[in-house]
């Protein structure tokens, strides 16, 4: 899903359930620092959504979801999701980053700050999450010592922290290879 697209459905939700405020959960969320950057996110075809100010709301989006007329008509859709959808780090919400408003109406996209996304995935660690976290890493544009420490207020056993600080440093590995062999530096945010 585009940037373009995301708007699209932020329009459609707001217009559906009176909203104005959405938490984006999911890959569609690094559209907030890097609009239609990366594959994993633009190739996706759903928006996973939560009401902000009335999350009983979100269901109403199904209207909007999955196998529903505008899912037919566009080829991208709302997946009304809830705060447990995703495992996040402590704090997640007070790092939350806008969408830049363009296209929108008013309606806004609250999305997860990149690191916390990430995070998400590598719990998750699907083979469509393991690709996606490969290419932001690769990309340079977020910090692993900060994924690092986000590990550490993840409410994960540690046997799951474990794990998830070795798919880091994997993941760093194989984008320190990849920028070596195309002869970029590292930039990571910090």
Not at 2 to 18: C, P, Q, Y
Not at 74 to 92: C, I, M, Q, R
Not at 93 to 101: A, E, I, S
Not at 111 to 122: E, N, Q, T, V
């Amino acid at each position: 899903m585009k940037k373009s697209e995301v708007e699209h459905v932020l329009r459609a939700a707001g217009d559906i359930t009176g909203e104005r405020q959405f938490i984006i959960i999911g890959s569609q969320s690094i559209h907030a620092k890097y609009p239609d950057q990366f594959a994993g996110a633009t190739i996706s075809l759903e928006l996973d959504l939560i009401a902000k100010n009335h999350p009983e709301r979100t269901e109403q989006l199904n209207a909007i979801g999955q196998e529903s007329r505008f899912h037919e008509t566009y080829g991208y859709y709302a997946d009304p999701v809830d705060s447990t959808t995703a495992v996040l780090p402590k704090g997640w919400q007070g790092r939350l980053v806008n969408l830049p408003v363009t296209e929108t109406n008013g309606v806004a996209g609250l999305c997860l700050d990149p690191h916390d996304l990430l995070i998400s995935k590598y719990v998750a660690r699907r083979e469509k999450d393991i690709e996606f976290n490969r290419e932001v890493m690769a990309a340079g544009v977020v910090d692993a010592e900060r994924l690092l420490a986000l590990v550490d207020i993840t409410p994960v056993d540690e046997a799951a922290k474990v794990r998830m600080r070795g798919y880091i440093a994997h993941d760093r590995r194989l984008a320190a290879t990849a920028q070596a062999d195309t002869g970029q530096a590292p930039n990571a945010e910090k």
